[in-house]
């Protein structure tokens, strides 16, 4: 289901329209915990709802008045909450005590949790255009702004971001449907009669006549071929840089051979996440038309169970012709980003490769659900984007990769094994395994976001499901490298 994108439009205040006679005004207060007290005293309430770290004050049928304090985007998503538990499809912000930039993050928030993936069946579903017909909506479709804050660049830039991550989990969010296949009629679709945009595809025996051994194993167990797509985006053809984003696309992930328990296999559809953000982010550069160089590669395969299957000691070449060992099948994101970073570094020589991926549980376990790991053989680039991450409220850490990490990955019967010697550090001893297939000279940055890639509950920014965590960071590190 593709949900509509929220309309925002601009007014001159004061608001007198009667077409408004039924929308939400929203006042936003900068508070801290003196003010709280002072407003709702002034508002003449006693209910308060905490939401993340901001309140919200005045629950009437006609007004939201939201004293911020702390997340701005936490606020934002708190009224898209409130909007749509009184049924309210249009916003007005009436009164603003924010400056530009956090009225901007309130706004983003709004956006990014004015989301929902559900699919209807048909009663259901001639139920909600009824609703729509009616102007009884589920979901926010317009807001407005003040008119200094609508032509605003850095509002203009956040609110196409926060759009971009609504695209992202459209696509982590399919279920069947979201085979290899799928994201190449996707990407033939958004970008066939762009001149800016050169596409490649390698599907099936493609990827062994490339020698990307690795990458053909963990797809070659299922009915679905598996398949690298690759865009690349010349915004700056004066420029001699080249920035390659690289994303895990598991469509599907059974653990192979190694089959997942249950409780652990629910939701593997996600395991896409990392390609569905990177080919998001691009998106939005094309969109954006940023004057920057970007090569983006999709490595898609569905690690599935069948008379085919890759097995436990198997050893294969890489791309890069290192050998692997096959100790555990459900290792196998570790080996589609092995031949994608390879072929891509071989194919561009890039100037900086960012990879990201929900790769192991283990990233989650020693960080929790909403931060991400950052692992990266270059101190600048780190730095640049745990300030993006923060900036955006898509937050990482960095983490380490040691020569003891490495040496876990080395192979008995073979240069490499995929899984280790041991059953600690499994988020680094990957990030380890990947820094085998990028030239260390090259700046290079590994994002696990196994923690953060759904999210279970509606809280804050994030609805259920897929949450595009990354994808903004991803978009923004791009924005940056524009000349």
């Not at 309140?55 to 985007?73: P, T």
């Not at 071989?346 to 900086?352: D, E, K, L, R, S």
Request: charged content about 20%; aromatic content about 8%; glycine content about 8%.
């Amino acid at each position: 289901m593709k949900v509509k994108q929220l309309c925002i439009n601009s007014y001159k205040p004061p608001v007198q329209s009667q077409n408004w006679a039924s929308s939400l005004f929203l006042n936003l207060y900068r508070c801290n915990s003196q003010q709280i007290s002072r407003h709702l005293h002034r508002l003449k309430v006693n209910n308060v709802v905490k939401g993340g770290q901001s309140f919200i004050f005045g629950e009437e049928k006609v007004g939201l008045a939201v004293g911020v304090k702390g997340s701005c985007y936490n606020a934002g998503g708190e009224v898209a909450r409130k909007a749509r538990q009184y049924g309210f499809g249009t916003v007005v912000l009436t009164q603003n005590e924010l400056n530009i930039k956090e009225t901007s993050q309130v706004i983003s928030g709004l956006i990014q949790a004015n989301y929902k993936y559900k699919l209807l069946g048909d009663v259901a579903q001639e139920k909600q255009q009824s609703d729509e017909n009616n102007d009884q909506y589920s979901y926010i479709s317009d807001l407005h702004v003040q008119e200094n804050i609508f032509e605003d660049s850095y509002f203009q830039q956040l609110v196409q971001m926060a759009q971009i991550k609504l695209y992202a989990r459209d696509l982590a969010n399919t279920r069947q449907e979201g085979t290899p296949q799928y994201f190449v009629d996707e990407v033939k679709t958004l970008f066939k009669d762009n001149p800016n945009v050169e596409i490649q595809i390698l599907q099936g025996k493609q990827l062994l006549e490339s020698q990307l051994n690795l990458f053909y194993a963990v797809g070659q167990g299922s009915i679905h071929p598996p398949t690298l797509i690759n865009l690349t985006y010349r915004g700056n053809k004066d420029s001699q840089h080249l920035h390659a984003l690289v994303g895990k696309g598991i469509t599907f992930d059974t653990g192979g051979l190694h089959l997942k328990s249950y409780g652990n296999m629910e939701t593997m559809h996600l395991d896409k996440s990392g390609a569905c953000n990177v080919l998001a982010a691009f998106k939005g550069a094309v969109d954006m038309k940023l004057k920057v160089n970007v090569t983006v590669t999709l490595g898609m395969a569905e690690n599935a169970i069948s008379n085919t299957s890759y097995k436990p000691s198997n050893i294969f070449k890489s791309h890069k012709g290192l050998t692997v060992e096959i100790n555990n099948t459900d290792a196998e994101g570790r080996l589609v980003l092995a031949d994608c970073l390879s072929w891509t570094q071989a194919t561009y020589n890039p100037t900086t490769i960012l990879e990201i991926s929900t790769l192991t549980g283990a990233c989650a376990a020693a960080l929790g659900e909403n931060t991400g790991g950052l692992f990266s053989n270059n101190d600048e680039l780190s730095q640049e984007l745990l300030e993006i991450g923060k900036e955006l409220q898509e937050p990482f850490w960095r983490m380490p990769v040691t020569d003891e990490h490495k040496d876990m990955m080395k192979g008995q019967f073979a240069d490499l094994c995929n899984i280790g010697k041991s059953k600690v550090c499994g988020a680094s001893k990957a990030a380890a395994f990947l820094f085998n297939f990028v030239d260390e000279k090259t700046p290079f940055a590994h994002l696990d976001i196994a923690g953060p890639m759904d999210s279970k509950a509606d809280k804050g920014i994030y609805p259920p499901g897929a949450t595009g965590f990354g994808t903004q960071v991803l978009l923004k590190y791009l924005v940056n490298k524009q000349e």
